[in-house]
């Protein structure tokens, strides 16, 4: 570790671009970074590092990694410590298409894809989930820390965004069809005009190519009566 460098100054600028890993969710793409790579990148610059995954007590007096709710699912936490300075991490166990897991199945429903269904997690999820949380951990030591950005902006449904853009080019067809049938370049200005600002921009290529005909077919017959 560099002596006049924080331990964030020393983690944050380093190059993590060849280790980043994706995973599709859907039609999402989710970046990471694996656990085995982040965690030796850290403990080689700060060897004295520790890490502790927090364990609670079950019912049955035992000590489990994770707490459960039976609304919201599991959730698991550590905590990593540079020179006495502790940060702490926590995060819900989830599927792929990142929904809670809970203790059985169930479903839920999705507002254009109709029925979805999620299973029941397994130590297999709660490992996975232990170990991304500790990533996110080291993440807030500034170790790959530009990766998560934007994940606490609302989810958009990819389906709902085309859906949108074929809705709004059905709207620029249908515009570019009545301006074709105005017959004057004053009447197109007027009908173009009134247009909202998307609207307008998407067809204005269309009506200006339209006006210059008009003009063209007036000349023309300017022309010949003469």
Same mark, same amino acid.
């Given at each position: 570790? @560099?002596?006049? +460098?924080?331990?964030?100054? @020393?983690?944050?600028?380093?190059?993590?671009?060849?280790?980043?890993? @994706?995973?599709?969710?859907?039609?999402?793409?989710?970046?990471?970074?694996?656990?085995?790579?982040?965690?030796?990148?850290?403990?080689?610059?700060?060897?004295?590092?520790?890490?502790?995954?927090?364990?609670?007590?079950?019912?049955?007096?035992?000590?489990?990694?994770?707490?459960?709710? $039976?609304?919201?699912?599991?959730?698991?936490?550590?905590?990593?410590?540079?020179?006495?300075?502790?940060?702490?991490?926590?995060?819900?166990?989830?599927?792929?298409?990142?929904?809670?897991? %809970?203790?059985?199945?169930?479903?839920?429903?999705?507002?254009?894809?109709? $029925? %979805?269904?999620?299973?029941?997690?397994?130590?297999?999820?709660?490992?996975?989930?232990?170990?991304?949380?500790?990533?996110?951990?080291?993440?807030?030591?500034?170790?790959?820390?530009?990766?998560?950005?934007?994940?606490?902006?609302?989810?958009?449904?990819?389906?709902?965004?085309?859906?949108?853009? +074929?809705?709004?080019?059905?709207?620029?067809?249908?515009?570019?069809?009545?301006?074709?049938?105005?017959?004057?370049?004053?009447?197109?200005?007027?009908?173009?005009?009134?247009?909202?600002?998307?609207?307008?921009?998407?067809?204005?290529?269309?009506?200006?190519?339209?006006?210059?005909?008009?003009?063209?077919?007036?000349? +023309?017959?300017?022309?010949?009566? %003469?």
């Amino acid at each position: 570790m @560099t002596e006049n +460098k924080t331990p964030f100054e @020393t983690l944050y600028y380093i190059d993590v671009s060849d280790n980043v890993e @994706t995973k599709k969710s859907g039609k999402t793409t989710l970046s990471y970074l694996s656990w085995t790579w982040a965690w030796a990148e850290f403990a080689k610059r700060f060897p004295n590092a520790t890490y502790e995954i927090e364990k609670f007590e079950a019912p049955d007096g035992t000590k489990r990694p994770y707490i459960y709710d $039976e609304n919201t699912g599991y959730m698991v936490f550590t905590n990593v410590t540079i020179d006495g300075l502790t940060h702490e991490m926590w995060l819900p166990v989830m599927d792929g298409a990142n929904k809670a897991m %809970k203790s059985k199945p169930y479903k839920y429903m999705t507002k254009y894809n109709g $029925e %979805k269904s999620v299973e029941a997690a397994s130590m297999f999820d709660v490992n996975k989930t232990i170990m991304r949380c500790l990533v996110k951990n080291l993440a807030m030591f500034g170790l790959g820390l530009y990766i998560y950005s934007g994940e606490d902006l609302p989810e958009v449904d990819e389906e709902a965004k085309e859906r949108e853009a +074929k809705a709004f080019n059905e709207k620029v067809k249908e515009h570019e069809k009545k301006i074709d049938a105005l017959e004057t370049t004053d009447a197109i200005n007027k009908y173009w005009k009134m247009l909202p600002q998307a609207e307008k921009q998407a067809t204005k290529a269309f009506a200006i190519k339209k006006g210059e005909t008009l003009k063209l077919l007036k000349e +023309k017959e300017e022309i010949n009566d %003469k």
